[in-house]
């Protein structure tokens, strides 16, 4: 028997420990690499982890509810069963055999391996069921597909939890439970009347915790501008298309925005601050919280960080790689902490002003609202004249223990100058 002991990988720098939250497999079942086997949580995010190879599972050291110190062993797998398990025979021999046969060629980094979970019968493959594009899929996922039905472009649009997004057994198992079907409500209690209650889920308490600490420790104020959006909105309808096509990617407002506060801390580092009793931390490193909303209303703020390092296209990867693993829960703790001031973009629900929180124990977070189309008064040297131009309100909440009015609102206006100089002929 060749035991192997999974411990607790490293979270992230600040991550000493976590709770079990859930066992996703049970004693002496099956395991294969990647598929997750508990689902823990630390105080900053909520993630499973995978087997980082393929047995079966002798022992789980830990119940749900305890708390793991980071590096403990958690489980141990026998990852000799894969190894002497019996060679297959008759019809479960070519049948395993024709679904290995259906995977294209691979890396030799990335060993192609017939699950031993399964053993499907091989039907005839739908034309449908053909590769549509390079993202790879197992032989099990694959021999799943077949029994289900499931096109290759049904299963691009699975989220993957597996190593750099693959997608796992145990993902389209849970996708083939709703599959058709609207995903069913919270479980709740009806009470007479009509009203409802419903238990807040772990990272909404987190949220309501962490917010009701912010306000009880900072005095929050907020300053409000407007700012002129029309260089920039001409500048991305010039270029998000063929951005689109050359990169795969979209072009958003929010990059830009993120360059403009960069810039901005830049001019003004004092807001760039945290505070520790009577001490004022002055720190180096521009890290920008930018807050995502979840598909479950919550929301999660990963952190770009030494944003007045990076050129806009390096911001405009960081975003949208940040933002599309937010969403899909795939994010590690260090890369939802160390921020050092936030951005919460309000305009892309069509709100055009708002009063954030800030996000302990930064002591500032820029607002940017809608962009709307307004009538405005244009100064020029030739007289003063009517035009109609795409007008975003932008705010600053900031701790006004450390930060007052004047310089909250220079840095608001550092903010605006440098939106409304943006080069709408630079390249991206």
Avoid: C
């Amino acid at each position: 028997m060749a035991n192997y002991e999974v411990a607790v990988p490293k979270l992230g720098e600040s991550v000493i420990e976590a709770t079990i939250t859930k066992w996703l497999k049970n004693e002496g079942e099956m395991v294969t690499e990647d598929d997750p086997i508990v689902e823990i949580a630390t105080d900053k995010v909520d993630t499973e982890l995978p087997s980082p190879v393929s047995g079966k599972l002798l022992k789980k050291l830990f119940r749900e509810g305890d708390v793991v110190p980071i590096g403990a062993v958690y489980a141990v797998l026998d990852a000799a069963v894969e190894a002497t398990r019996p060679p297959r025979t008759g019809k479960a021999a070519n049948e395993a055999q024709a679904v290995v046969s259906s995977v294209e060629p691979v890396s030799s980094s990335l060993p192609v391996t017939p699950s031993p979970e399964i053993e499907p019968p091989v039907h005839e493959q739908p034309e449908s069921v053909t590769p549509s594009g390079t993202r790879f899929y197992s032989p099990l996922v694959r021999s799943i597909a077949r029994q289900e039905n499931i096109s290759f472009t049904e299963l691009d649009g699975i989220a993957g939890t597996g190593k750099d997004d693959r997608l796992t057994k145990q993902d389209v198992m849970n996708y083939l439970k709703f599959r058709g079907q609207a995903v069913p409500e919270p479980v709740e209690q009806v009470l007479p009347g009509e009203d409802r209650i419903v238990e807040m889920d772990r990272i909404r308490q987190l949220i309501s915790a962490h917010m009701v600490r912010s306000v009880q420790t900072s005095p929050h104020v907020t300053s409000f501008q407007e700012a002129d959006m029309t260089s920039i909105v001409r500048w991305r309808e010039k270029n998000k298309d063929p951005f689109l096509q050359r990169e795969n990617e979209k072009l958003t407002f929010t990059p830009v925005f993120i360059e403009a506060i960069a810039r901005a801390v830049r001019d003004f580092p004092q807001v760039n601050v945290s505070v520790d009793g009577t001490k004022i931390i002055m720190h180096r490193n521009v890290n920008i919280g930018m807050a995502v909303s979840l598909p479950n209303f919550n929301l999660i703020v990963p952190v770009i960080r030494n944003a007045h390092e990076k050129s806009l296209l390096g911001i405009v990867k960081a975003v949208n790689d940040l933002s599309k693993r937010a969403r899909a829960g795939k994010l590690v703790p260090d890369e939802i902490s160390g921020g050092t001031i936030s951005l919460t973009n309000l305009g892309s629900f069509g709100n055009i002003m708002g009063t954030p929180i800030i996000n302990q124990p930064q002591t500032a977070i820029v607002a940017v609202g809608a962009i709307k189309k307004r009538v405005v008064v244009i100064e020029a040297p030739g007289g003063d004249t009517i035009a109609i131009r795409p007008i975003m309100i932008v705010s600053v909440t900031y701790d006004h223990r450390v930060i007052d009015g004047a310089l909250g609102g220079q840095f608001l206006g550092s903010i605006v100058k440098y939106l409304e100089s943006f080069d709408p002929n630079q390249p991206i």
